[in-house]
C-alpha cells in the first residue's frame, strides 16, 4: 500500500516510516512522487483538527491516501503548554534548541514534582474518497533540569519518562516501544486494517 506522508520535517517522516513499514504501508514523500505538497496553515485548536488539515490537503494534492501526524508536549505546570503550539514556541525560525531554553526557562521554578508532562500524536489518514482513519496515543513523563541525550528531536532531551532516562537517551526501538507516536500508530494500524478489509479499492 502507498501513502503519502503529510510532513517535511525529516526526523518525523523517518520515525513515521520506521514504524509503518512493518504494517506493509510504503509511505513515500511528495518528492518521492514528483510532487510539491504546498504548506498549509496549522489553524486548528487540536491535534486531532490539526492532523486531519494536513492529511486533507495532502490527499486532496496527491490524489493518494495521506497520513499526517500531529504531535507535542503538554505540560502541566503550563496549564499544557507548548501544547499545539510546540513547534512553534520560540518562534517560526526557532531550532530545537531554542524551544528547549525557553521551556527551561519557564520550568526553572517549578519544583520536581510538579514538572509533570505528557507527549501526545494524533494521526489521520484521509483517502481520496473522503473517508479518514483515526488514531491517538500519550506518553506521560515529567520535564528535566536540562537536556540529556542526542537522539531524537524536539523536546525529546528534556522528557524523562519512568525509567529515568529522556526520550533523548533511548534507542530508536526503545523509543518506538513506549513513544506517544509509536502507541498511536499501533492504534492506527489496527484501525487501517479493519478499514481496508471492505475499502482495498482506495489503495494504490
Given at each position: 500500500?502507498?501513502?503519502?506522508?503529510?510532513?517535511?520535517?525529516?526526523?518525523?517522516?523517518?520515525?513515521?516510516?520506521?514504524?509503518?513499514?512493518?504494517?506493509?504501508?510504503?509511505?513515500?514523500?511528495?518528492?518521492?512522487?514528483?510532487?510539491?505538497?504546498?504548506?498549509?496553515?496549522?489553524?486548528?485548536?487540536?491535534?486531532?483538527?490539526?492532523a486531519f488539515i494536513k492529511?486533507?490537503?495532502?490527499?486532496?494534492?496527491?490524489?493518494?491516501?495521506?497520513?499526517?501526524?500531529?504531535?507535542?508536549?503538554?505540560?502541566?505546570?503550563?496549564?499544557?503548554?507548548?501544547?499545539?503550539?510546540?513547534?512553534?514556541?520560540?518562534?517560526?525560525?526557532?531550532?530545537?534548541?531554542?524551544?528547549?531554553?525557553?521551556?527551561?526557562?519557564?520550568?526553572?521554578?517549578?519544583?520536581?514534582?510538579?514538572?509533570?508532562?505528557?507527549?501526545?500524536?494524533?494521526?489521520?489518514?484521509?483517502?481520496?474518497?473522503?473517508?479518514?482513519?483515526?488514531?491517538?496515543?500519550?506518553?506521560?513523563?515529567?520535564?528535566?533540569?536540562?537536556?540529556?541525550?542526542?537522539?531524537?528531536?524536539?523536546?525529546?532531551?528534556?522528557?524523562?519518562?519512568?525509567?529515568?532516562?529522556?526520550?533523548?537517551?533511548?534507542?530508536?526501538?526503545?523509543?518506538?516501544?513506549?513513544?506517544?507516536?509509536?502507541?498511536?500508530?499501533?492504534?492506527?494500524?489496527?484501525?487501517?486494517?479493519?478499514?481496508?478489509?471492505?475499502?482495498?479499492?482506495?489503495?494504490?
Open positions: 500500500m502507498r501513502f503519502i506522508v503529510a510532513t517535511h520535517n525529516y526526523k518525523k517522516l523517518k520515525e513515521l516510516s520506521r514504524i509503518l513499514k512493518p504494517l506493509g504501508i510504503d509511505a513515500v514523500t511528495d518528492i518521492e512522487i514528483g510532487a510539491k505538497l504546498e504548506e498549509v496553515e496549522e489553524t486548528g485548536t487540536s491535534f486531532e483538527e490539526n492529511a486533507q490537503s495532502a490527499c486532496k494534492q496527491s490524489g493518494l491516501p495521506a497520513i499526517a501526524d500531529d504531535s507535542g508536549l503538554e505540560v502541566d505546570a503550563l496549564g499544557g503548554e507548548p501544547g499545539v503550539h510546540s513547534a512553534r514556541y520560540a518562534g517560526d525560525n526557532a531550532t530545537d534548541a531554542d524551544r528547549n531554553l525557553k521551556l527551561l526557562a519557564k520550568m526553572a521554578s517549578v519544583p520536581e514534582d510538579k514538572r509533570t508532562a505528557r507527549f501526545i500524536s494524533a494521526i489521520c489518514c484521509v483517502f481520496p474518497n473522503g473517508d479518514k482513519v483515526t488514531a491517538g496515543g500519550e506518553c506521560d513523563g515529567r520535564i528535566g533540569y536540562e537536556p540529556v541525550g542526542e537522539n531524537g528531536f524536539g523536546y525529546d532531551p528534556l522528557f524523562i519518562v519512568a525509567s529515568g532516562h529522556s526520550y533523548a537517551e533511548l534507542t530508536i526501538e526503545d523509543k518506538d516501544i513506549i513513544s506517544h507516536r509509536g502507541n498511536a500508530l499501533r492504534l492506527f494500524a489496527v484501525k487501517l486494517q479493519s478499514y481496508l478489509e471492505g475499502h482495498t479499492q482506495n489503495c494504490p
